[in-house]
Protein backbone atom coordinates (compact mmCIF):
# COMPACT_ATOMS: atom_id res chain seq x y z
CA UNK A 1 0.00 0.00 0.00
CA UNK A 2 0.94 3.72 -0.68
CA UNK A 3 -0.46 6.88 -1.20
CA UNK A 4 0.49 9.53 -3.47
CA UNK A 5 1.02 13.25 -2.39
CA UNK A 6 -0.69 14.24 -5.29
CA UNK A 7 -3.60 13.66 -8.28
CA UNK A 8 -2.39 10.36 -10.06
CA UNK A 9 -4.13 9.34 -13.15
CA UNK A 10 -3.27 5.63 -13.78
CA UNK A 11 -3.22 3.82 -17.01
CA UNK A 12 -2.83 0.53 -18.33
CA UNK A 13 -0.93 0.65 -22.01
CA UNK A 14 -1.31 -2.67 -22.79
CA UNK A 15 -3.90 -4.94 -20.12
CA UNK A 16 -6.08 -4.28 -17.28
CA UNK A 17 -4.81 -3.16 -13.69
CA UNK A 18 -6.63 -3.78 -10.62
CA UNK A 19 -6.45 -1.61 -8.02
CA UNK A 20 -7.29 -1.63 -4.65
CA UNK A 21 -7.90 0.72 -1.92
CA UNK A 22 -7.18 0.72 1.98
CA UNK A 23 -10.21 2.37 3.14
CA UNK A 24 -12.76 -0.58 2.09
CA UNK A 25 -10.19 -3.26 1.05
CA UNK A 26 -12.38 -2.94 -2.11
CA UNK A 27 -10.53 -4.63 -5.38
CA UNK A 28 -11.18 -2.30 -8.85
CA UNK A 29 -10.42 -3.82 -12.22
CA UNK A 30 -10.01 -0.87 -14.70
CA UNK A 31 -7.51 0.30 -17.79
CA UNK A 32 -7.57 3.89 -16.15
CA UNK A 33 -7.79 5.24 -12.91
CA UNK A 34 -7.88 9.13 -11.29
CA UNK A 35 -6.33 9.01 -7.49
CA UNK A 36 -6.62 11.41 -5.49
CA UNK A 37 -3.76 12.57 -3.27
CA UNK A 38 -3.48 10.50 0.49
CA UNK A 39 -6.02 7.86 -0.93
CA UNK A 40 -3.63 4.45 0.55
CA UNK A 41 -3.92 1.75 -2.32
CA UNK A 42 -1.99 -0.91 -3.96
CA UNK A 43 -1.89 -1.44 -7.56
CA UNK A 44 -1.40 -5.09 -9.84
CA UNK A 45 -0.29 -3.99 -13.16
CA UNK A 46 -0.87 -7.92 -13.70
CA UNK A 47 2.80 -7.94 -15.76
CA UNK A 48 1.51 -5.01 -18.31
CA UNK A 49 3.33 -1.87 -18.85
CA UNK A 50 1.47 1.20 -17.05
CA UNK A 51 2.12 5.21 -17.40
CA UNK A 52 1.54 7.60 -14.56
CA UNK A 53 0.28 10.85 -15.10
CA UNK A 54 0.82 13.29 -11.78
CA UNK A 55 -0.16 16.52 -11.95
CA UNK A 56 1.00 19.57 -10.17
CA UNK A 57 -1.46 20.77 -6.96
CA UNK A 58 -3.59 23.53 -8.08
CA UNK A 59 -2.98 23.14 -11.61
CA UNK A 60 -5.42 23.66 -14.76
CA UNK A 61 -4.48 20.54 -16.04
CA UNK A 62 -5.40 18.60 -13.39
CA UNK A 63 -9.22 20.12 -13.01
CA UNK A 64 -9.66 19.50 -16.73
CA UNK A 65 -8.33 16.22 -16.39
CA UNK A 66 -10.88 15.22 -13.46
CA UNK A 67 -13.67 17.21 -15.48
CA UNK A 68 -12.90 14.93 -18.92
CA UNK A 69 -13.08 12.21 -16.93
CA UNK A 70 -16.35 13.38 -14.73
CA UNK A 71 -14.62 12.97 -11.14
CA UNK A 72 -16.12 13.88 -8.14
CA UNK A 73 -15.22 13.60 -4.93
CA UNK A 74 -14.67 9.84 -5.30
CA UNK A 75 -10.97 8.86 -3.66
CA UNK A 76 -10.78 6.45 -7.15
CA UNK A 77 -12.46 7.02 -10.31
CA UNK A 78 -11.95 4.04 -12.18
CA UNK A 79 -12.47 3.62 -16.55
CA UNK A 80 -12.93 0.58 -18.41
CA UNK A 81 -10.86 3.19 -21.06
CA UNK A 82 -7.39 3.36 -21.72
CA UNK A 83 -7.15 7.60 -20.93
CA UNK A 84 -3.12 7.45 -23.03
CA UNK A 85 -4.63 9.82 -25.34
CA UNK A 86 -5.65 12.25 -22.02
CA UNK A 87 -2.09 12.09 -20.62
CA UNK A 88 -0.63 13.08 -23.85
CA UNK A 89 -3.18 16.09 -24.72
CA UNK A 90 -3.03 17.10 -20.51
CA UNK A 91 0.81 17.30 -21.13
CA UNK A 92 1.03 18.90 -23.91
CA UNK A 93 -1.76 21.81 -23.04
CA UNK A 94 -0.29 25.26 -23.65
CA UNK A 95 -2.67 26.37 -20.42
CA UNK A 96 -0.91 24.08 -18.48
CA UNK A 97 -0.17 26.48 -15.43
CA UNK A 98 -2.22 27.15 -12.22
CA UNK A 99 -5.78 27.46 -12.20
CA UNK A 100 -6.82 30.79 -12.62
CA UNK A 101 -9.57 31.29 -9.81
CA UNK A 102 -6.66 29.81 -6.94
CA UNK A 103 -6.20 32.00 -4.01
CA UNK A 104 -3.18 33.91 -4.83
CA UNK A 105 -1.54 33.30 -1.46
CA UNK A 106 -1.52 29.43 -1.92
CA UNK A 107 -0.34 29.83 -5.43
CA UNK A 108 2.53 31.96 -4.53
CA UNK A 109 3.34 29.12 -1.42
CA UNK A 110 3.20 26.67 -4.33
CA UNK A 111 5.58 28.18 -6.37
CA UNK A 112 8.13 28.85 -3.50
CA UNK A 113 7.65 24.90 -2.51
CA UNK A 114 8.34 23.75 -6.21
CA UNK A 115 11.22 26.42 -6.62
CA UNK A 116 12.89 25.74 -3.10
CA UNK A 117 11.22 22.53 -1.68
CA UNK A 118 14.93 21.73 0.24
CA UNK A 119 14.86 24.74 2.75
CA UNK A 120 13.54 23.60 6.33
CA UNK A 121 10.96 26.16 6.66
CA UNK A 122 7.90 24.89 7.50
CA UNK A 123 3.70 25.72 7.60
CA UNK A 124 3.91 28.61 10.48
CA UNK A 125 6.72 30.53 8.18
CA UNK A 126 4.56 30.00 4.71
CA UNK A 127 1.49 31.01 6.52
CA UNK A 128 3.06 34.37 8.16
CA UNK A 129 4.48 35.02 4.30
CA UNK A 130 0.48 34.85 3.48
CA UNK A 131 -0.96 36.65 6.11
CA UNK A 132 -2.30 34.19 7.56
CA UNK A 133 -2.73 32.01 10.48
CA UNK A 134 -0.95 28.34 10.49
CA UNK A 135 -4.61 26.95 11.16
CA UNK A 136 -6.16 29.26 8.69
CA UNK A 137 -3.09 28.79 5.69
CA UNK A 138 -3.46 24.99 6.12
CA UNK A 139 -7.04 24.92 5.89
CA UNK A 140 -7.00 26.96 2.64
CA UNK A 141 -4.33 25.00 1.31
CA UNK A 142 -5.65 21.86 1.16
CA UNK A 143 -9.26 23.31 0.04
CA UNK A 144 -7.45 25.10 -2.78
CA UNK A 145 -4.75 22.22 -4.30
CA UNK A 146 -6.97 19.20 -2.61
CA UNK A 147 -3.86 18.10 -0.97
CA UNK A 148 -1.63 18.95 2.48
CA UNK A 149 0.93 21.52 2.69
CA UNK A 150 2.99 18.78 3.97
CA UNK A 151 2.65 16.42 0.93
CA UNK A 152 3.10 19.06 -1.23
CA UNK A 153 6.43 19.79 -0.09
CA UNK A 154 6.94 16.02 0.01
CA UNK A 155 5.96 15.64 -3.48
CA UNK A 156 8.36 19.36 -4.24
CA UNK A 157 11.26 17.38 -2.75
CA UNK A 158 10.42 14.36 -4.97
CA UNK A 159 10.99 16.37 -7.76
CA UNK A 160 14.12 18.16 -7.04
CA UNK A 161 15.70 14.72 -5.52
CA UNK A 162 14.71 13.20 -9.30
CA UNK A 163 16.69 16.21 -10.98
CA UNK A 164 19.38 15.44 -8.64
CA UNK A 165 19.63 11.66 -9.17
CA UNK A 166 19.58 12.81 -12.79
CA UNK A 167 22.95 15.05 -12.54
CA UNK A 168 24.81 13.36 -9.95
CA UNK A 169 23.70 9.69 -10.07
CA UNK A 170 23.46 9.11 -6.04
CA UNK A 171 20.68 8.99 -3.79
CA UNK A 172 22.79 10.43 -1.21
CA UNK A 173 23.33 13.45 -3.34
CA UNK A 174 19.57 13.66 -4.20
CA UNK A 175 18.93 13.59 -0.74
CA UNK A 176 21.26 16.13 0.22
CA UNK A 177 19.71 18.53 -2.58
CA UNK A 178 15.75 17.82 -1.81
CA UNK A 179 16.45 18.31 1.97
CA UNK A 180 15.70 15.34 3.18
CA UNK A 181 17.29 13.85 6.71
CA UNK A 182 19.41 11.13 4.97
CA UNK A 183 19.39 8.88 2.23
CA UNK A 184 16.96 6.64 3.86
CA UNK A 185 14.96 9.07 4.55
CA UNK A 186 14.65 9.64 0.88
CA UNK A 187 14.10 6.26 0.35
CA UNK A 188 11.33 5.68 2.94
CA UNK A 189 9.28 8.63 1.54
CA UNK A 190 9.88 7.18 -2.31
CA UNK A 191 8.51 3.72 -0.83
CA UNK A 192 5.65 5.26 0.90
CA UNK A 193 4.69 7.34 -2.29
CA UNK A 194 5.54 4.90 -4.79
CA UNK A 195 5.08 1.79 -3.80
CA UNK A 196 8.66 0.46 -4.69
CA UNK A 197 12.06 1.39 -3.51
CA UNK A 198 14.12 4.02 -5.52
CA UNK A 199 16.88 1.23 -5.99
CA UNK A 200 14.68 -1.19 -7.36
CA UNK A 201 13.92 1.58 -10.05
CA UNK A 202 17.31 2.69 -10.49
CA UNK A 203 18.35 -1.01 -10.71
CA UNK A 204 16.06 -1.03 -13.35
CA UNK A 205 18.32 1.52 -15.86
CA UNK A 206 15.39 4.33 -15.42
CA UNK A 207 16.35 7.53 -17.56
CA UNK A 208 14.78 10.63 -15.69
CA UNK A 209 14.50 13.55 -18.05
CA UNK A 210 13.32 16.97 -16.58
CA UNK A 211 11.00 18.79 -19.05
CA UNK A 212 9.72 21.57 -16.86
CA UNK A 213 11.29 23.12 -13.35
CA UNK A 214 8.55 24.84 -12.70
CA UNK A 215 5.45 26.85 -14.15
CA UNK A 216 5.98 30.31 -14.49
CA UNK A 217 9.35 30.34 -13.26
CA UNK A 218 12.42 30.50 -15.34
CA UNK A 219 14.62 26.97 -14.58
CA UNK A 220 17.81 26.99 -12.76
CA UNK A 221 20.49 24.48 -12.73
CA UNK A 222 21.18 22.95 -9.83
CA UNK A 223 24.20 23.93 -7.45
CA UNK A 224 26.83 21.90 -7.73
CA UNK A 225 28.58 21.67 -4.63
CA UNK A 226 31.19 19.85 -3.01
CA UNK A 227 31.20 16.66 -2.43
CA UNK A 228 28.89 16.80 -5.54
CA UNK A 229 30.28 18.75 -7.60
CA UNK A 230 32.05 17.19 -11.06
CA UNK A 231 34.91 18.27 -12.78
Known amino acids: MHSGSVTCLAVGEEVEFTIETAADGRRHTARSALIRPRVAHRIDAHGGRMTFCYFEPGSATERACREALGAG ?31 PRIRAAVRRLLQEPQ ?21 LFRDETGTSFRR ?12 ALRDFGTL ?7 GFASPSHLSSAFHATFGVRPSRVLGAGCVIVDEVHVVGATPEPLPLRPPYARG
Open 73 to 103: EEPVRVSAAPELDLVRRLCAAPERAERPDID
Open 152 to 163: CRMWARMLRAGR
Open 172 to 178: TAAAAEA
Open 119 to 139: LPDGATAYAAAAGLSRSRFLH
